[in-house]
């Protein structure tokens, strides 16, 4: 029985996903799952709502979720869990990956990314293009990390955290859950959970 996968999320996001596992899944049918989209087509692809993605014929089904928010991909992944839908994993084939790397389900990295050795990521994880997770790194579930972030070695990020383009944490950092750091941010102390910061040093953001 051929293998329907649904990539959740028809923006951006979604665009940039659906390439990478037409590649590794040539034979499967792919379809995006929006639904906040008009049923139609995007990109080549159909696009459906969850519930007739679930009513569909295939029963052999997964599901990526291509959804930047981090709270949201958490919700969709709950109810992909609670529906017996697995997630697959999305992997470009420029992905550099090294010794003793352990990655959740329901990844999704893309091209250029490099994973050095050592490392233990949790689920959903997003890795954009040409963002690097050195050694002996210890990533949350639901982590995001933007175009070109750069993780040095031995950094701790929690859940639902967010790496910005173009930022760079210094080596043996701990990022909290749910912090953010911004674009081009050099982080160079510890940054508490939930907490925004940016520049160079990287400082919490005030609101004023």
């Not at 689920?123 to 972030?149: K, M, Q, W």
């Amino acid at each position: 029985m051929s293998l329907l996968i649904g990539v959740y999320g028809a923006s951006g996001c979604g665009r940039g996903i659906m390439p990478l596992l037409r590649a590794q899944y040539p034979q499967a049918t792919l379809i995006f799952i929006d639904d906040g989209h008009p049923p139609g087509r995007v990109n080549g692809h159909d696009v459906v709502a969850w519930g007739d993605f679930l009513e569909g014929r295939s029963e052999n089904r997964a599901v990526s979720i291509a959804i930047a928010a981090a709270r949201t991909r958490q919700d969709i992944a709950e109810k992909c869990e609670a529906a017996d839908v697995p997630l697959v994993e999305a992997r470009a084939a420029s992905v550099v990956q090294m010794d003793e790397v352990v990655i959740g389900q329901g990844a999704c990295l893309s091209p250029y990314v490099t994973l050095t050795s050592n490392i233990r990521i949790g689920r959903c994880f997003h890795a954009n293009l040409y963002s690097y997770v050195e050694h002996d790194c210890v990533i949350g579930d639901f982590v995001t990390l933007a175009p070109g972030a750069k993780i040095n070695g031995a950094v701790t990020i929690g859940d639902h955290a967010y790496v910005g383009s173009a930022a760079v944490i210094r080596q043996g950092l701990s990022i909290g859950a749910g912090a953010t750091v911004g674009m081009g941010a050099v982080v160079t102390r510890d940054v508490p959970p939930g907490v925004t910061v940016v520049g160079n040093p990287a400082r919490p953001l005030t609101k004023g």
